[in-house]
């Protein structure tokens, strides 16, 4: 059947699970020993497969985050090993939920900059798609960046904002922000586009899309039009969000948010695919990839 639009005010790992775990925060052991020589081989499929795509696809953040952390492709990485890393340069550290989290406990955690990873990984037969993320989109898509300083600041002041967003009932608006920058965003290097955004870094499928087909939209990225434009959850992108350099996200992480929040409520909210002429088109998309499956 056709690809639907949709939009949830869940994002990332940000959605209620039916089984509460023993601990409030909901963390779980990773359970490291108990992987299975399957799970770690889909692992490193999936690790192979990334790490030959991304060079020259991926920004230098993510490459050097890569190289600089105690993670390969033999074996699903340690969440503990990955931590002691993550705290010597960032002060951040990875903790084991079952699945997903509801939000308030999701953006409690990186408030304190604790980044909930799941702990399971696909099956062999879901490499190309898998509806929760699993370990290697959390891991693979999301540690790497965590090691860069701006990124690090900006997901930790984006779990604050997360529960001043909760009690304002404006998540659904920094629900975007989340969704077109740490899920889905590109940023301009001088060597042309590259890819930060982890649902893209963990998904082959999506890393061709994202840079090379001319479908989709490649827009300047705008806090205020991100507020108000709804995103896809169920295929590809039709617009992504270009920030010009990491910076430009620590820079958000300062800001108050309140006076946006104030301007866009009420406003309409963009579908995925519009190009206002307001935008700054770095590439037009044709929309035809989206086109074909709504026929």
């Not at 060079?55 to 993510?62: N, S, T, V, Y």
């Not at 105690?70 to 990485?77: V, Y």
């Not at 503990?80 to 308030?104: C, I, K």
């Not at 295929?235 to 350099?245: A, G, L, R, T």
Request: a negative charge.
């Amino acid at each position: 059947m056709p690809a639907q639009t949709k939009e949830t005010t869940k994002h990332g790992l940000a959605a209620g699970g039916d089984q509460r775990p023993a601990r409030a925060d909901w963390t779980i052991d990773q359970g490291w020993d108990q992987y299975t020589a399957e799970e770690h081989g889909v692992w490193k499929t999936l690790f192979e497969r990334q790490s030959r795509l991304l060079p020259g696809r991926a920004c230098d953040a993510f490459i050097s985050g890569m190289a600089a952390l105690p993670i390969g492709a033999d074996q699903i990485p340690d969440f503990r090993r990955l931590s002691d890393t993550l705290m010597q340069r960032t002060g951040w550290q990875v903790v084991a939920v079952p699945g997903l989290v509801p939000d308030e406990v999701f953006f409690e955690h990186l408030a304190h900059r604790r980044f909930p990873a799941g702990h399971f990984i696909r099956k062999p037969d879901q490499l190309d798609y898998l509806e929760e993320p699993d370990v290697f989109h959390d891991v693979f898509g999301h540690v790497p960046m965590l090691m860069n300083p701006a990124i690090a600041d900006y997901i930790q002041a984006y779990g604050v904002g997360g529960l001043r967003a909760q009690k304002l009932g404006v998540l659904d608006k920094l629900a975007r922000v989340y969704w077109y920058t740490v899920e889905f965003g590109l940023v301009q290097q001088k060597d042309g586009l590259r890819i930060y955004g982890a649902g893209i870094a963990s998904s082959a499928s999506e890393s061709r899309f994202a840079l090379d087909d001319p479908s989709p939209h490649r827009l300047r990225f705008d806090l205020e039009r991100v507020m108000r434009t709804n995103y896809r959850i169920d295929d590809f992108q039709e617009s992504y969000f270009v920030i010009n350099d990491l910076d430009e996200l620590l820079a958000l992480a300062r800001i108050d948010f309140s006076p946006f929040y104030e301007r866009v409520q009420g406003q309409p909210d963009y579908a995925p695919g519009t190009v206002l002429a307001s935008d700054v088109v770095i590439t037009r998309g044709s929309g035809r990839y989206h086109q074909d499956k709504r026929r």
